[in-house]
């Protein structure tokens, strides 16, 4: 079975209206879903590695997707050189930050990105840079940072991008 592993921004939990929607898409598509708690680690490198041994300890049978949301977001992509996941979905990513240790991405696997037009946390110019660089899909709303009025738009999304990986 396949498994999607889920990664919540700094200020979020494992349990946020937005992950608990994605997961429901997940389960709907046949996943197995884990959302991992980060709320004790701080640094972002600290949640990369513990998002690696997570994985590593859950011994996944079947392709692994990545999702990831804010610092979350960043979390999967720099996890995702030493794993090679099949996939990742991530929403208003973190990337590009100053003291973050990776700043160069080579994704392996397809990645999808949702970004607000009206963030003020991460600037969507940090999407939109990577996305040009890596000719990924990249979806701009009309929203801020958390995209909640976004909600219903993400679910859509999630089930086309899971729905595309299994062509």
């Known amino acids: 079975m396949k498994t999607i592993y889920f990664s919540h921004g700094k200020e979020s939990g494992p349990n946020g209206r937005k992950i608990q929607s ?9 996943f197995e879903t884990h ?26 049978k079947d392709d692994v997707i990545l999702v990831g949301s804010s610092m ?11 794993m090679k996941p099949a996939g990742m979905f991530l929403m208003a990513p973190a990337l590009y930050l100053e003291g973050f240790k990776v700043q160069e991405f080579h994704p392996a696997c397809p ?5 607000g037009w009206n963030d003020g946390i991460i600037p969507f110019e940090h999407s939109l840079r990577f996305a040009e660089k890596q000719k990924c899909t990249l979806h701009l709303v009309n929203d801020d940072h958390r ?7 993400l679910e859509v999304l999630f089930d086309a991008f899971l729905k595309g990986l299994g062509r």
Do not use: C, F, W
């Open 22 to 30: 994605l997961v429901a898409v997940g389960k709907q598509n046949g």
């Open 35 to 60: 959302s991992i708690d980060y709320t004790h680690l701080e640094n972002p490198d600290a949640r990369v590695e513990h998002l690696l041994k997570t994985i590593e300890a859950d011994k996944p």
């Open 72 to 82: 979350g977001g960043y979390v999967s992509m720099a996890g995702s050189a030493k």
């Open 111 to 115: 990645v999808e990105i949702v970004h």
């Open 147 to 153: 995209l909640s009025a976004s909600v219903g738009y």
